[in-house]
């Protein structure tokens, strides 16, 4: 089990999330990247996901580097 962590307000709108994965990823009302079936915590969205490959190559391609990506032990994956 992975958790994904997308911290909104580091947002820079590149758009490179959804490029990636446009069912992973989106665009809210306020122009900003969102985790799709997420829980929003203040401005923070969080996932917790079997397979974090995809999620993985979007927080590498990341400009504004909002994307993290945990292993079930907390550790970066």
């Not at 994965?21 to 996901?49: H, K, M, N, Y």
């Not at 990341?62 to 994307?67: H, K, L, P, R, Y």
């Amino acid at each position: 089990m992975y958790e994904v962590v997308l911290e909104r307000e580091d947002c820079t709108i590149c758009g490179n999330c959804i490029e990636i994965d446009d069912t992973l990823f989106a665009f809210d009302d306020d122009d900003l990247a969102t985790l799709v079936g997420s829980i929003r915590d203040d401005d923070v969205d969080e996932i917790e996901i079997d397979d974090a490959e995809i999620y993985k190559e979007a927080a590498d391609n990341c400009t504004g580097e909002c994307i993290e990506v945990y292993d079930d032990e907390g550790n970066p994956a």
